[in-house]
């Protein structure tokens, strides 16, 4: 793996951005997203961003809508490229680091085979502060119902691990790990701050012991 290493700036950050449309993927602010590509247009979007100095890709999640146009979520997450390799048969595996939520604002045309879009930076601009911290947090108690929530999902995991880890990251990488809906997902990628968030989580693990994993949050 080739790291792509540095900070971007607000000053740094652009108007427009190449847009990678996946469902169920959630990337956040200082988290790490790890991508296979394989697709024509999004190894061509891969070349692309690396000749870029910010190698930013954002992230968004489609809407379903009509067979061949574009319903894309409001909002999306912009990852700098910082990991790269090749495989033999040339496809891509990729790491996105989170830097700074985006509002869509507008498709860009161009020639590109992938989408890129016209976007604003300007609800978002705590993003690329230090991390978050959550005052609100109740550990014992979230660890309980995380525990009963694993159980009911039959997943196993790094207890130890999680135990230690600071809260945002923790939060966050639940969110993007968890076998959540695309539209919570996207509920947790709105949320305004870290609290917010990890009250959005904590009602759909809630609501996923109560109602049932096949049921959606309404």
Known sequence: MTYLGGMIKHGDLPDTLPLFPLPGALLLPRARLPLHIFEPRYLQM???????????????????????????????????????????????????????????????????PYLCANIDWKPFARDLGPAEHDSGFDRDAFFDLLERYFVAQGLDTDWESLQEAEEELLINSLGMLLPLEPEDKQAMLEAPCLSTRRETLVTLLEYALHGGSEEKLQ
């Open 46 to 112: 891969i070349e692309d961003c690396m000749k870029t100095p910010q190698r930013l890709i954002g992230m968004i999640q489609p809407l379903k809508g009509p067979e061949g146009q574009n319903h894309l979520n409001a909002i999306g997450c912009a990852g700098r490229l910082t990991g790269f390799s090749e495989t033999e048969d040339g496809r891509y595996m990729i790491t996105l680091a989170g830097v700074s939520r985006f509002r869509f604002l507008s498709e860009k045309e161009g020639f590109t």
